[in-house]
């Protein structure tokens, strides 16, 4: 399980050395409010899909059973999206955008 706010996700690794591995992963939103999960995302879980997605690249890297050129793509991925994630916390003002 990995998660980023209101957003949780299971991952799945099948397989074995010989056959490979293969990964699968869904993303659901838990309602605060009520308990109840759910795939209905809204605009306002935007951000935090950036961040699970960041977790979820620095997690499946870090398993080690994939090929290095992936594993490569998603150490990348997940360094640009702290930058990404840092920019825009850091920043609510980003090209004249405010929150209103």
Not at 60 to 87: F, T
Request: glycine fraction near 8%; proline fraction near 1%; include cysteine.
């Amino acid at each position: 399980m990995a998660g980023a706010e209101q957003l949780t996700a299971s991952v799945y690794k099948t397989g074995d050395e010989l056959t490979g591995f293969d990964y699968r992963f869904n993303i659901t939103r838990l309602n605060n409010h009520t308990g109840r999960v759910n795939q209905w995302l809204t605009p306002d879980d935007l951000f935090a899909m950036v961040k699970l997605v960041r977790v979820l690249s620095a997690e499946l890297a870090d398993d080690g059973c994939m090929n290095e050129s992936l594993r490569g793509q998603l150490i990348r991925l997940a360094a640009a999206l702290d930058s990404a994630i840092a920019e825009v916390s850091t920043n609510e003002n980003v090209r004249g955008v405010t929150d209103q």
